[in-house]
């Protein structure tokens, strides 16, 4: 049973939830209201984009510990989060996920080392079942600083519905943007920044595009810098998640 000010602080978080349509106000939300019922330093969100690579992978952090090397295992298609959370979820036959768990049949060796290894110190998640009887979506909360008991779950089944929604209003609000961006100017990126962005999915480095381009490592910087503004991106891997949720990039 929730106490009286959790109550509050769920009213309040609900309301505040309806005045989110962007990144950073879905930022400060999460560290505010959801923060103050769910204590956290780190919230990633997996939703699927349309593209046949699975969930598109975000992260919201203020956690100085938490850098990008870690945040591109965490988020690998392969071996990362998604996969981990889903086959706990499968065999568990549960919507809910901590780690590390009390009980040893929930155990899963590869997403203890994931945590572990990657400064998530622990996690709890929500995975979200979509309309066709499959996950869609999931919400983690890590380097928590309460018992991953029994009031968390509760409590976290009450704000993850909220969270799902704001987040979905996020994307919503970008895509709308993006098209609008888009009608005026014919396209997001250029053909050539997107020759780039394939190479860069693609796994190569700012050398070898410039190599497969025969063009200066200069001229490829600069190239990037430009996505990375245009992309609303801070990273080379988050440019190409926008990339594929805008329909720029698809898998090959």
């Avoid at 009213?11 to 769910?38: C, G, K, M, P, T």
């Avoid at 979200?128 to 779950?153: P, Q």
Wanted: hydrophobic letters at 45%.
């Amino acid at each position: 049973m929730l106490e009286d000010i959790d109550r509050v602080r769920f009213a309040d978080a609900v309301e505040a939830s309806f005045r989110v349509f962007s990144r950073h106000q879905f930022f400060v939300w999460s560290q505010s209201s959801v923060q103050a019922l769910i204590p956290h330093e780190i919230l990633i969100c997996g939703i699927e984009d349309g593209s046949r690579q699975g969930m598109a992978i975000h992260r919201f952090s203020g956690s100085r510990y938490f850098r990008q090397e870690q945040f591109d295992v965490v988020a690998d298609p392969l071996n990362g989060l998604m996969p981990r959370l889903l086959a706990v979820a499968t065999s568990s036959r549960s919507s809910i996920i901590f780690c590390p768990t009390a009980s040893d049949t929930l155990a899963d060796d590869k997403l203890l080392a994931l945590v572990a290894e990657n400064e998530l110190k622990n996690l709890a998640a929500q995975m979200v079942m979509g309309t066709r009887g499959k996950f869609e979506a999931f919400y983690v909360f890590s380097r928590l600083s309460v018992e991953l008991d029994a009031r968390l779950s509760f409590l976290i089944e009450l704000v993850v519905p909220h969270l799902h929604n704001a987040f979905l209003r996020v994307l919503a609000t970008e895509r709308e943007a993006a098209g609008t961006h888009t009608q005026r100017s014919g396209r997001i990126v250029t053909p050539r920044q997107e020759e780039i962005l394939k190479l860069i999915k693609n796994g190569k480095t700012n050398s070898e595009i410039a190599e497969v381009l025969n063009c200066s490592p200069w001229t490829i910087k600069n190239h990037i810098q430009a996505i990375l503004r245009k992309l609303d991106s801070n990273t080379r891997t988050h440019a190409i998640s926008r990339a594929m949720s805008l329909g720029i990039l698809t898998l090959d």
